[in-house]
């Protein structure tokens, strides 16, 4: 385990990060007194959508999030700033753009995940 101290908007929290190994169930403290704070369980792998071939070019979530809609599928033709999805973080839509022209390789998100930022939404080749 290793214990951080981190600041965020002047509220210093202790943090302690428990390294796991496989797929050991992460479990919440009894109680928690403010203001140090517990770090998130991991994220459960995503699930593939689509299926196809993983693609060159990644699309990550940029934050945490809802998905509240996918418009492409696996194998359409996309332009460069094309909306792929619509991912709902601090009660604000924000769009997902493709980063490039190409072909939509794999979508792994699907209406209602709720994703990590950095996690993979789609590749394009």
Known sequence: MKNYKITVNGNVYDVTVEETTGTAAASA?????APVKTAAPAAAPKK???KGPEGS????APMPGKILGVKVSAGQSVKKG???LVLE???MENE????SDGTIASVQAAVGD???AG???ATLN
């Open 29 to 33: 403290p009894a109680a928690v007194s």
């Open 57 to 60: 070019v990644k699309v990550t």
């Open 82 to 84: 094309e909306v792929l």
């Open 89 to 91: 973080a601090m009660k």
């Open 114 to 116: 709720s994703v990590e």
């Open 119 to 121: 996690a993979t939404l």
């Open 48 to 50: 593939e959508t689509a």
């Open 96 to 99: 997902i753009v493709a980063p």
